[in-house]
T-cell receptor, first 110, second 114 residues
Framework: GENVEQHPSTLSVQEGDSAVIKCTYS??????FPWYKQELGKGPQLIID?????GEKKDQRIAVTLNKTAKHFSLHITETQPEDSAVYFC?????????FGQGTILTVHP | KAGVTQTPRYLIKTRGQQVTLSCSPI?????VSWYQQTPGQGLQFLFE???????NKGNFPGRFSGRQFSNSRSEMNVSTLELGDSALYLC?????????????FGEGSRLTVL
């Protein structure tokens, strides 16, 4: 099965700073790479995704970059705001199911 | 458009009992996936149903089972509950395979086993 490692496990930034979370996967056949955000008491919500034929995708303050050769993809959040505080999960698709990383607790201090 | 609805939201059971959790997917979604979320193991895939058929299954013992009805609603059952089954059980729905479109999660059913 797919092995997924996500770093860092916790990340603390000041409002306005940038945040980067990295996800490394093992299955070279993986072709879909989403990032989910989970707020307290809620289920995960998709915030951005990328497919294997694209190297980078942006959506306002959020971007995802993919390096298929090295088998990792990263979430970039610019101009962070307190409402970005949450747990973020990568979940590469290996062909049968999404395999979630262990999560990164992001705290944005005002 | 209504989201994914899970019931009950909270429940407490004792060891040895069984539990049934329900999930109503978004209208038009035919795929329902179930995940177990715990602080130690994170989000782990249980199974996925599509058009009443189990399409994929994760690495969980046979005490964990599920089914899907013709209206796409799904249930999961855990028999002979153990303390380690305490977790948040999340249901998610999608139009088809989870990688073909956005996977929508419910808010989960929090199970406590005493």
């Amino acid at each position: 099965g797919e092995n997924v490692e996500q770093h860092p496990s916790t990340l603390s930034v000041q409002e306005g700073d940038s945040a980067v979370i990295k996800c490394t996967y093992s299955d070279s056949a993986s072709n879909y790479f989403p990032w989910y955000k989970q707020e307290l008491g809620k289920g995960p919500q998709l915030i951005i995704d990328i497919r294997s034929n694209v190297g980078e995708k942006k959506d306002q303050r959020i971007a995802v970059t993919l390096n298929k050769t090295a088998k990792h993809f990263s979430l970039h959040i610019t101009e962070t705001q307190p409402e970005d505080s949450a747990v973020y999960f990568c979940a590469p698709w290996g062909g049968t199911e999404l395999t979630f990383g262990q999560g990164t607790i992001l705290t944005v201090h005002p | 458009k209504a989201g994914v609805t899970q019931t009950p939201r909270y429940l407490i059971k004792t060891r040895g009992q069984q539990v049934t959790l329900s999930c109503s997917p978004i209208s038009g979604h035919r795929s329902v996936s179930w995940y177990q979320q715990t602080p130690g193991q994170g989000l782990q895939f249980l199974f996925e149903y599509f058009s009443e058929t189990q399409r994929n299954k994760g690495n969980f013992p046979g005490r964990f089972s599920g089914r899907q009805f013709s209206n796409s609603r799904s249930e999961m059952n855990v028999s002979t509950l153990e303390l380690g089954d305490s977790a948040l059980y999340l249901c998610a729905s999608s139009v088809d395979r989870p990688n073909t479109g956005e996977l929508f999660f419910g808010e989960g059913s929090r199970l406590t086993v005493l």
